[in-house]
């Protein structure tokens, strides 16, 4: 029996030290990044543009392979069964871990233990926009001709559950206001119909309007995170008028659960310096984003942060999946 205890230690030391190694020689090929959404949107381009910068101090190819669908759903699927040895990860989005747990039912993963939380990437603030039409230049009398008109103003989204409908309904929850909601599909459409006056406002990603302010299609009333955004340096902040608001879209890297500790802190290292860099931060400053960085555990708690805020909001306002 000694003997069969002792060989079950010198076993499993033997498997541990076999996954250090494995974990040591890692990246040996490509390395595949999954993006959950179409080619050409904000997620893609930004995974795009960190794969550039990773690759070469990995040493290896990054494969971003784009996998739309079910409100980013399927394509982190494809991470959470995917071999936790680091050469899947997820290109995470409010949607995988944050949102859909709340507003689908029968998610194919398990949100909190499906996933390994790698690194903070970036904040992407929301802006507060209003068709030019409308007469109001500041949060306050928005929210002012929203309860004297109660149930007449619209505001669009990129789609039920988006970033951009939950910064809304928040908006809605928080000013005590009584505004309709209008759900597309994607931002795109969504702006224009806001150009064209068929909507009243939309809380979206900043990124999508500088050009459209700049030409005077819509007017920017706020910027819906918690600080100012150089960017738009001249516009106030909602939470001026509605203290603590703070409307934005985290973006996070991730592997399946189990991956390496070694493989998460080397992912993590890099990253953080691809995230250091001064070009790569006047690169994410022209777009509007805000780089985050630190520890996995500071993602861990951002993921779990947002989760209990959206969890808040879509129980307060009722939303369900289309």
């Given at each position: 029996m000694e003997f069969g205890r002792r060989g079950a230690l010198l076993g499993a030391a033997g498997l541990l030290a076999a996954g250090r190694a494995r974990a040591e020689e890692w990246p040996a090929r490509p390395i595949r990044l999954v993006v959950p959404f179409a080619p050409g949107g904000a997620s893609d381009l930004l995974a795009r543009l960190l794969a550039e910068r990773l690759a070469p101090l990995l040493g290896q190819p990054i494969v971003v392979e784009n996998r739309p669908g079910a409100g980013a759903t399927l394509g982190a699927d494809v991470v959470a069964k995917a071999k936790p040895d680091g050469y899947t990860l997820l290109y995470g989005t409010p949607g995988p871990q944050i949102v859909n747990p709340y507003l689908m039912r029968g998610l194919p993963y398990d949100a909190e233990r499906d996933f390994t939380p790698v690194v903070s990437l970036v904040k992407a603030p929301n802006l507060l926009v209003v068709h030019p039409s409308l007469p109001v230049r500041t949060v306050a009398e928005l929210i002012a001709l929203a309860k004297?008109?109660?149930?007449?103003?619209?505001?669009?989204?990129?789609?039920?559950?988006?970033?951009?409908?939950?910064?809304?309904?928040?908006?809605?929850?928080?000013?005590?206001?009584?505004?309709?909601?209008?759900?597309?599909?994607?931002?795109?459409?969504?702006?224009?119909?806001?150009?064209?006056?068929?909507?009243?406002?939309?809380?979206?990603?900043?990124?999508l309007f500088p050009e459209h302010r700049a030409s005077g299609a819509v007017r920017a009333i706020a910027v819906a995170g918690a600080e100012k955004s150089g960017l738009m340096p001249d516009l106030?902040?909602?939470?001026?008028?509605?203290?603590?608001?703070?409307?934005?879209?985290?973006?996070?890297?991730?592997?399946?659960?189990?991956?390496?500790?070694?493989?998460?802190?080397?992912?993590?290292?890099?990253?953080?310096?691809?995230?250091?860099?001064?070009?790569?931060?006047?690169?994410?400053?022209?777009?509007?984003?805000?780089?985050?960085?630190?520890?996995?555990?500071?993602?861990?708690?951002?993921?779990?942060?947002?989760?209990?805020?959206?969890?808040?909001?879509?129980?307060?306002?009722?939303?369900?999946?289309?």
């Open positions: 004297a008109r109660p149930g007449e103003l619209t505001f669009g989204t990129s789609g039920v559950g988006a970033s951009s409908h939950l910064a809304g309904e928040t908006l809605k929850l928080r000013a005590g206001i009584e505004v309709t909601h209008v759900p597309f599909r994607g931002s795109g459409p969504a702006i224009q119909e806001l150009i064209a006056g068929r909507i009243s406002f939309m809380v979206d990603t900043l990124l106030p902040t909602i939470a001026e008028t509605l203290p603590g608001f703070d409307s934005f879209a985290f973006n996070y890297l991730a592997g399946p659960a189990g991956l390496p500790e070694p493989i998460v802190a080397r992912l993590n290292r890099d990253t953080n310096r691809v995230l250091a860099d001064d070009g790569f931060r006047r690169r994410l400053a022209e777009l509007g984003l805000v780089p985050i960085g630190g520890p996995p555990a500071r993602a861990a708690e951002i993921i779990r942060d947002e989760a209990a805020k959206a969890r808040e909001v879509i129980l307060a306002a009722g939303i369900k999946a289309e």
